[in-house]
């Protein structure tokens, strides 16, 4: 494929990406938590993490991560292993699995009711994109690229 279709292919695929993202925080936009804490909370799903990797994961900085665990911290949603000194982990809680299960099942199902809108034709063609996007974006499980 040429640079040129590439590009274009990328023009077109960024604003469409972005829309999906909009229309999914929007679909949880009543639950008690931001989109940076939806999004850490399904980081720390696979794990504990270090402070620092949740904030290369998400592409903040240091201090805006730290604050960030400090208020989901403070909300019952994480622990961090040993308390708050340097080097701990952050280590979702029971409450904040719960809360992450469903965010996940909200977006899940405002998902399904549009793909339900879509032809066998145009669902068969979303299917197929998946593998695609895991090797540009990272499967699900893994940690965020």
Not at 37 to 57: D, H
Request: overall charge negative; proline content about 4%; aromatic content about 2%.
């Amino acid at each position: 494929m040429t640079d040129s279709a590439i590009e274009g292919l990328a023009d077109r695929l960024s604003p469409r990406l972005l829309r999906v993202s909009q229309a999914m925080r929007r679909e949880t936009e009543s639950l008690p938590l931001t989109v940076a804490q939806s999004s850490v909370l399904n980081q720390l799903i696979l794990g504990p993490r270090k402070i620092g990797e949740l904030a290369r994961a998400e592409g903040v900085r240091l201090p805006s991560m730290t604050q960030t665990v400090g208020r989901m911290e403070k909300a019952g949603w994480v622990t961090r292993s040993g308390g708050a000194g340097r080097g701990n982990d952050a280590v979702i809680t029971e409450l904040g699995l719960e809360l992450a299960q469903e965010v996940d099942r909200i977006r899940a199902a405002a998902l399904a009711a549009r793909l339900a809108e879509l032809s066998e034709a145009e669902v068969e063609a979303l299917w197929a994109s998946l593998s695609a996007l895991d090797l540009l974006f990272g499967s699900p499980g893994e940690p965020a690229r």
